[in-house]
């Protein structure tokens, strides 16, 4: 992964959340600062995914498209490695 997501909290020091931006910054990694926010899904990626997720559900249950359909528009039209029904393993196998 390209991106770390450094989480912070409102009592955390700026000084630790700047040395841990920094050090994801030397190790050549895309540093997002964010905030924490107990009871939610947690990381941002794990956020938008959720909101995506259900929305290409919906999609397949209202009959506007097949899950192969979703999955082929998300692949060819934005490029994704994947679409959203075809995880599969996920990033665990390097998207194979």
Do not use: C
């Amino acid at each position: 992964m390209k991106v770390i997501e450094t989480i912070y909290a409102d009592f955390t020091d700026p000084e630790t959340t700047e040395t841990m931006l920094e050090l994801t910054r030397r190790i050549g990694k895309h540093a997002a600062r964010v905030k924490d926010m107990p009871g939610t899904y947690g990381f941002v990626g794990n956020r938008v995914y959720a909101a995506m997720r259900r929305e290409a559900q919906k999609i397949v249950e209202d009959g506007i498209a097949t899950e192969e359909d979703v999955d082929a528009v998300m692949k060819f039209g934005r490029n994704w490695p994947v679409g959203p029904f075809n995880r599969g393993p996920g990033s665990r196998s390097g998207w194979q």
